[in-house]
């Protein structure tokens, strides 16, 4: 199997929303942490636009699910602000947005985090 086939295959982003609001519907989470990894290393324009992605997630998840969130866009925001929050805040779950240029940029995060 080559890349693209297992990247479409992981990552499809219709079958990767539904698995994380189905997780946070099933164990009733009570808050969730939205991540859009640093990009500013492949994109000269990185932080120019909004993470809509996880902000309708975010969304959903606030006004039908009842749970609380935050996002977190490390184009702006720092790691080490991350890491405090995950300390101070102790959310139930944390969703990192992965995309195929930034794939290795998350595995850090994740090893980070």
Same mark, same amino acid.
């Given at each position: 199997?080559?890349?693209?086939?297992?990247?479409?295959?992981?990552?499809? /982003?219709?079958?990767?929303?539904? &698995?994380?609001?189905?997780? !946070?519907?099933?164990?009733?989470?009570?808050?969730?942490?939205? !991540?859009?990894? /640093? +990009?500013?290393?492949?994109?000269?324009?990185?932080? /120019?636009?909004?993470?809509?992605?996880?902000?309708?997630?975010? $969304?959903?998840?606030? +006004?039908?699910?009842?749970?609380? &969130?935050?996002?977190? @866009?490390?184009?702006? /925001?720092?790691?080490?602000?991350?890491? @405090? $929050?995950?300390?101070? +805040?102790?959310? @139930?779950?944390?969703?990192? $947005?992965?995309?195929?240029?930034?794939?290795?940029?998350?595995?850090?995060?994740?090893?980070? !985090?």
């Amino acid at each position: 199997m080559n890349v693209r086939k297992a990247y479409h295959k992981i990552f499809n /982003d219709k079958i990767r929303y539904c &698995t994380v609001l189905y997780l !946070i519907k099933m164990n009733s989470q009570k808050l969730v942490f939205f !991540i859009w990894p /640093d +990009e500013r290393r492949l994109w000269a324009t990185a932080g /120019d636009r909004a993470p809509l992605g996880i902000g309708y997630l975010s $969304s959903y998840c606030k +006004e039908l699910l009842g749970v609380k &969130t935050k996002i977190f @866009d490390l184009n702006h /925001d720092s790691e080490e602000f991350l890491k @405090d $929050s995950i300390v101070k +805040e102790k959310p @139930d779950i944390i969703c990192i $947005s992965i995309t195929a240029p930034n794939y290795l940029e998350c595995l850090r995060l994740n090893k980070a !985090i």
